[in-house]
């Protein structure tokens, strides 16, 4: 049994004629035959009694009627409904630890004030990320654009300066280093596989300079919380402590060079089949722009 035969089966009755459905439905009379017929086959009964060349409804064929115009109706409504892209249904999106703890929550809820939509959000480092998106296993992830794979595409977000935290008694707490300066310096830094670790390591290691590691920790918190300890200095994204600097719970120690930047993308695997959810998410961060993300940052911080 098909949509289609029920679509025809449902024309035929509206009209009582084989060849007045095939007319509205601009098919053969042949194909209005054989789909009834279709239909009288499958369901073992009869659906017209045909008396003095005119069509009459059998009590199973107004049965039909009314479970076909309930299945038509129902099709109808989904197609609406997956034209206007209401059914989003969820949405996988993944986003860096450092930038999880900032934006994702406010551009979500943007986002979803403005359409139905259910996020399936994962915070986990770049690299993990980056991987799930190229195995499928996540629509789109905000991640810094240095590490993205060629196989995805991304949309601009932000660009994030970067600062190194310290204790407020620190003793260049305030003060205005060069990167030689903080060689001497032991520093807490993020898990393996983390953008914030990998840029700490390539500018030291650019600058042929040993980075000392003294503590390790997988989120942001845990850092803030090592340097608040004086376990050591640490690099984090000003976003994240733009409370606590003000607050005077964390020192900062200024760069003589800017050294640390770096921009955060909204990126997806190139070859990822568009619904009209995504496109409209895709679209929606286009939109927002950097000046729109930051604001994002900054009024929910």
Avoid at 226 to 244: D, T
Wanted: net charge negative.
């Amino acid at each position: 049994m098909t949509i289609r035969n029920l679509e025809i089966f449902a024309a035929v009755c509206e009209y009582m004629s084989m060849s007045k459905a095939a007319g509205s439905l601009m098919i053969s009379q042949s194909s209005v035959s054989q789909a009834v017929s279709a239909l009288e086959k499958e369901c073992g009964v009869v659906l017209f009694e045909r008396l003095n060349h005119k069509l009459y409804l059998t009590d199973a064929g107004h049965i039909l009627l009314y479970q076909a115009q309930q299945v038509l109706q129902c099709m109808e409504q989904l197609e609406k409904a997956v034209g206007d892209g209401a059914l989003c249904h969820t949405l996988r999106l993944g986003a860096s630890t450092t930038i999880g703890d900032c934006l994702i929550y406010p551009l979500t809820q943007k986002f979803a004030a403005e359409r139905d939509v259910v996020f399936d959000v994962e915070i986990n480092n770049s690299k993990a990320l980056e991987k799930k998106l190229l195995t499928a296993k996540l629509d789109a992830s905000i991640l810094q654009a240095a590490t993205l794979s060629p196989y995805l595409a991304y949309v601009p977000l932000l660009r994030d300066d970067m600062t190194i935290i310290c204790r407020p008694d620190h003793e260049k707490a305030g003060t205005t280093s060069s990167l030689s300066d903080l060689a001497e310096e032991s520093f807490v830094v993020r898990e393996k596989g983390s953008g914030t670790e990998i840029i700490l390591e390539q500018t030291f290691a650019d600058y042929n300079l040993h980075l000392k590691k003294r503590w390790r920790c997988n989120n942001p918190g845990s850092v803030k919380q090592a340097v608040m300890h004086g376990v050591g200095i640490a690099l984090v994204s000003k976003y994240l402590v733009q409370s606590e600097l003000s607050q005077g719970i964390l020192g900062e120690i200024h760069m003589a060079e800017r050294l640390f930047t770096r921009d955060f993308v909204l990126a997806y695997h190139q070859d990822k089949r568009q619904d009209a959810c995504f496109a409209a998410f895709v679209a929606f961060c286009k939109n927002l722009g950097h000046d729109g993300v930051s604001r994002l940052i900054l009024n929910n911080i």
